[in-house]
């Protein structure tokens, strides 16, 4: 039976939210799993509700990794790119996101705003649509990372293009529903933009991914590109990226 994690609805998440950034992170108390917020929920039915041991263990894991990336000592660009990457990969093998649960914005605010406020306060600062569920969430947007631009267990190079995408390039692939819910189709764009980037630049890759990613989603709509073979696919996306 699978884990049923904690929800905190969008209301209840922006008071929490508010409460914290008013008083300041010095006044956080840390994580308490078990002395959570009331305005917490589980599903009713189909599975059971996530014990205080895993959640102790997670915010473990995430102070862990964001600590190996500067937290609490520095927030320089490379730093923060870094832990994103790292985390993208972490969080798409985590069993505790494996299941339907993880597709909810509920959960995620959870995450954000009760287990690691601090996390993101140091990733984001106020910003508050970085503490709500949806994909500008801080942990949220780097699990769809992960889940799209995995190249597979088998791969030598499996997190690459975590790593080499510029935050633009990620945010065009997971914040289009067309793109970004689709591996095969998401994968195949962050590849296509990897070798424009060898003839083009980095520093011209901006403006060439939007004209691409237009192009990508009108073609998309006339025919699905994720079913085409690879080789096909990669040629239409080398013309997009004018390659």
């Known amino acids: 039976m699978s884990l049923l994690l904690p929800r905190l609805p969008g209301p209840a998440c922006e008071s929490v939210i508010r409460d914290f950034l008013e008083h300041g992170l010095e006044r956080w ?58 985390v993208a990969a972490w969080l798409a093998q985590a069993e505790l ?23 993101v306060h140091w990733r984001f600062g106020a910003a508050i649509e970085r503490y709500i569920g949806g994909v500008r969430n801080t942990f949220q947007r780097l699990w769809m990372r992960g889940r799209a631009l995995d190249r597979g267990p088998d791969h030598p190079e499996r997190w690459k293009l975590l790593t080499k995408l510029t935050e633009d390039a990620l945010v065009q692939i997971t914040e289009r529903p067309s793109i970004g819910s689709d591996p095969v189709l998401a994968r195949a764009v962050g590849e296509a ?17 939007r004209r691409a990613i237009l192009g990508i989603r009108i073609r998309n709509e006339v025919r699905s590109l994720a079913d085409l073979r690879p080789d096909n696919l990669a040629d239409i996306l080398n013309q997009m990226f004018e390659i």
């Open 29 to 86: 108390r840390g994580f308490d799993p078990a002395n959570l917020p009331v305005s917490v929920r589980f599903a009713a039915t189909g599975g059971t509700p996530v014990g205080t041991s895993e959640l102790e263990e997670l915010r473990a894991d995430l102070e862990e990794l964001a600590r190996a990336h500067g937290f609490g000592v520095t927030n320089d660009r490379n730093s923060l790119a870094a832990f994103d990457a790292k």
């Open 97 to 119: 996101f494996s299941t339907g649960e993880a597709l909810r914005d509920d959960v995620w605010s959870f995450v954000s705003a009760v287990v690691a406020p601090d996390i």
């Open 193 to 209: 933009w990897i070798r424009a980037s060898e003839i083009h630049g980095k520093s011209a890759m901006e403006s060439i991914m």
